[in-house]
């Protein structure tokens, strides 16, 4: 599979959680950098979470979600995870999963232009 497909989004109360999944083959890449991100209406594309495979699974959160979101990757399964817990109207967006083939500078991984793999996006939607 070489677009990366993601599924798990939906409708949800403040407060509440969601876990977003996403499958690719491109997933099974140690050396690449892979992470999600997510865009509101009217705002720019931004990332959410980050993860380097190949470096001991290091990950990177925005400072809006650390401690709120946990990204994680099955391998075996080619599945890339967001788990979203005390979510806020905030949070309301399209969350896509992207991926590229390399590893990227620790201040390029938030970068949307910085990635070429991507899916097709799933809403995630909060109400208060």
């Known amino acids: 599979q070489v677009q990366p497909v993601e599924s798990g989004g939906g409708p949800v109360q403040a407060g509440g959680s969601l876990r977003l999944s996403c499958t690719a083959d491109?997933?099974?890449?140690?050396?690449?950098?892979m992470g999600w991100f997510r865009q509101a209406t009217g705002k720019e594309r931004e990332g959410v979470a980050v993860i380097w495979p190949g470096n001991q699974g290091r990950t990177f959160y925005a400072d809006s979600v650390e401690g709120r979101f946990t990204i994680s990757l099955d391998k075996a399964e080619k599945t890339l995870y967001l788990q979203m817990y005390s979510l806020n109207p905030e949070d309301t967006a399209v969350y896509y999963c992207?991926?590229?083939?390399?590893?990227?500078?620790?201040?390029?991984?938030?970068?949307?232009?910085?990635?070429?793999?991507w899916g097709q996006g799933t809403q995630v939607t909060v109400s208060s």
């Open positions: 992207a991926a590229t083939n390399s590893r990227l500078w620790v201040s390029h991984v938030m970068n949307p232009s910085k990635y070429s793999n």
């Open positions: 491109i997933f099974t890449c140690s050396g690449c950098s």
